[in-house]
T-cell receptor, first 115, second 112 residues
Framework: DAGVIQSPRHEVTEMGQEVTLRCKPI?????LFWYRQTMMRGLELLIY????????DSGMPEDRFSAKMPNASFSTLKIQPSEPRDSAVYFC?????????????FGPGTRLTVT | GDSVTQMEGPVTLSEEAFLTINCTYT??????LFWYVQYPGEGLQLLLK?????DKGSNKGFEATYRKETTSFHLEKGSVQVSDSAVYFC???????????FGAGTTVTVRA
């Protein structure tokens, strides 16, 4: 299996622009997670989906952030408009099932820089 | 809510040295505990896990024991290699909370 695929790997954009990050989970996994990693705040869960349905978006920082999962093999995280403080590494992860002993598989991340 | 506290780094060691990274947790339920590792430029990957008290997780020479009495899950390796240089994250999940909570991460650098 190719693992979790994220694109782009690096994104540099100017403040005010729209940014779309993409994720393809591992085939057959029914949970998908979006995380943000920064030096100041560490690793934060933004939102997660189960069977393409958003379950908990309490970690989404502001209305500028939105996430969708139109089908089992694709998800997007959109920031509009972007701000310099959104600069971070964004990870997508997927898992096969829920249960307290499950494992999440992480993608390589998208490094976002907003200037 | 549930939380994880792990020792701050960075930690710098010589090859073949003993490594310990402390991790303690706070949880209202009965969490599962994990150690994830992040190599430079990569995403996190599961290193080991333990699902109940007194369980020992092990992988690649690393070990951690779920200690309910001390609410701890310390990571240890007896002889580290340069290839063990990475950021290590302690994490917990609680079935009632449906979230994976991570510690701040500890950067480990092993010198040849």
């Amino acid at each position: 299996d190719a693992g979790v695929i994220q694109s782009p790997r690096h994104e540099v954009t100017e403040m005010g622009q729209e940014v779309t990050l993409r994720c393809k989970p591992i085939s057959g996994h029914d949970y998908l997670f979006w995380y943000r990693q920064t030096m100041m705040r560490g690793l934060e869960l933004l939102i997660y989906f189960n069977n393409n349905v958003p379950i908990d978006d309490s970690g989404m920082p502001e209305d500028r952030f939105s996430a969708k999962m139109p089908n089992a093999s694709f998800s997007t995280l959109k920031i509009q408009p972007s701000e310099p403080r959104d600069s971070a590494v964004y990870f997508c992860a997927s898992s096969l099932d829920w249960g307290s002993s499950y494992e999440q598989y992480f993608g390589p991340g998208t490094r976002l820089t907003v200037t | 809510g549930d939380s994880v506290t792990q020792m701050e780094g960075p930690v710098t060691l010589s090859e073949e040295a003993f490594l310990t990274i402390n991790c303690t947790y706070t949880a209202t339920g009965y969490p599962s505990l994990f150690w994830y590792v992040q190599y430079p430029g990569e995403g996190l990957q599961l290193l080991l896990k333990a699902t109940k008290a007194d369980d020992k997780g092990s992988n690649k020479g690393f070990e951690a024991t779920y200690r309910k009495e001390t609410t701890s899950f310390h990571l240890e390796k007896g002889s580290v290699q340069v290839s063990d240089s990475a950021v290590y994250f302690c994490a917990l999940s609680d079935i009632n909370d449906y979230k994976l909570s991570f510690g701040a991460g500890t950067t480990v650098t092993v010198r040849a």
